[in-house]
């Protein structure tokens, strides 16, 4: 890549003044670095990751509402984690961390358990508890 | 107390804190020598890691290798330290900084404040070096930034202490042990050989052979898996190319820029040749990286477009076979 072909796209994300380093080649063939503001490729690729994220988390809030899954996993999304992540946060192992997804052992988690999670979304148990606090 | 430390910007996190810390210590070490001799460059297709939901991708080493591996290759020696209890990380970190010693730290991105919040996935290798601490607040020279920053206690210990897949658990290490001059040219040979030997091996997900391996199951994504999760598949290749980090082209720009400073050092006009060569590869990938970019923003792509990428990638497996079969003989 030449230096003067470096893109220099708007990225519609908030990132707008963060630039990141490039290498190119100058006109008389020697290798230098130059910033970029962005590349147009590179800024859809994160666009959808995000929509993906943000549709995950739609997705697991309705299974909530539906009462289909409990808030442990609408929070989980929320944090863009997954179960292997959650579990080495919170130290619970995988599986019970699945059990916890039905709505009927939620329910009857003991204070201890329910701590745990909050600590990690940082939130406290009621807000655990009721997804809809932010609203 | 703060340490005199001059912060460099580079493209990907962990050369630029070798970079940094080598300059530090009077060793004028840039980027790409760095990334070379630890031989960065890679293409990796992991497919029982998922990140994001999608098979596992890399253009580079293991994190933390690249470090390894130069400072065994130059000679110097590193003390790394990890720990259980935050509070221990802590205490050792600033007796460093007392000591007037700047330290590496491999941090989580997921809550790295100062990174844009699009960018902070659950992603734990990343590097940062702490050049000293003001109050309750660290100082900090992060590669990928421009400027230097800052973190308070809290918001360092969190990050050193992510958890999930390569958990830093702390880990903090720094150079102790200098030779009088690094033998940098028998450092550049074992570093590009190895390249080569990771590029050529006769492993199915490793190299030229996993590149093959991605093309054939682009073809096959949007049959088996659907359009969207193909095109999610694909979109996780092009991050893990271009996102912050990659210099571009998935590290073939640096790559490229190393073999034209090995050049320069060992005398060698056969490698500035081939740094022209990888440079021509990573516009090829960059066109890639387009193409697969055009095929998920207008999400109706047909089969063709698919196996059109899938193409050229073949093509880019051929060329690079070629190409490391020459740097082998070149060197």
Known sequence: MKKSDVPQDNSSLKSGDFKELCYAVND???????NSSGWEPKTIALDNAIQEINERVEIAKNKVINNETSPVEYYMELHKMDISILSSYTSIWKWRIKRHFKPKVFQKLSTRTLQKYADVFEI???????????D | MEINFTHHQSAHCENGVVSNLMKHNGFDVSEPMAFGIGSGLLFCYIPFLKVNHAPALTYRAMPGLIFKRFAKRVGIKIKREKFKNPETA????????TKNNPVGLQVGVYNLVYFPDEYRFHFNAHNLVVYGKKDDTYLISDPVMETVTTLTEKELEKIRFAKGAFAPKGHMYYPIDFPKELDIKKAIVKGIKHTCRDMLAPVPIVGIKGIRMVAKLIRKWPKKKGVKVANHYLGQIVRMQEEIGTGGGGFRYIYAAFLQEAGKLLENDNLALLSTEMTE?????RDFALDASRIYKNRSAKDDAYN?????????ANREEAFFKKLKKAI
Request: glycine share 8%; net charge negative; no cysteine.
């Open chain 2, 90 to 97: 802590k205490i050792r970190l600033d007796e460093n900084l």
């Open chain 1, 124 to 134: 406290n148990i009621n807000q655990l508890k009721n997804i809809n606090h932010g």
């Open chain 2, 281 to 285: 590869i990573g516009d090829s990938w």
């Open chain 2, 308 to 316: 059109n990428i899938a193409s050229q990638l073949d093509e880019l």
């Open chain 1, 28 to 34: 008389d063939g020697e290798y230098t670095t130059t």
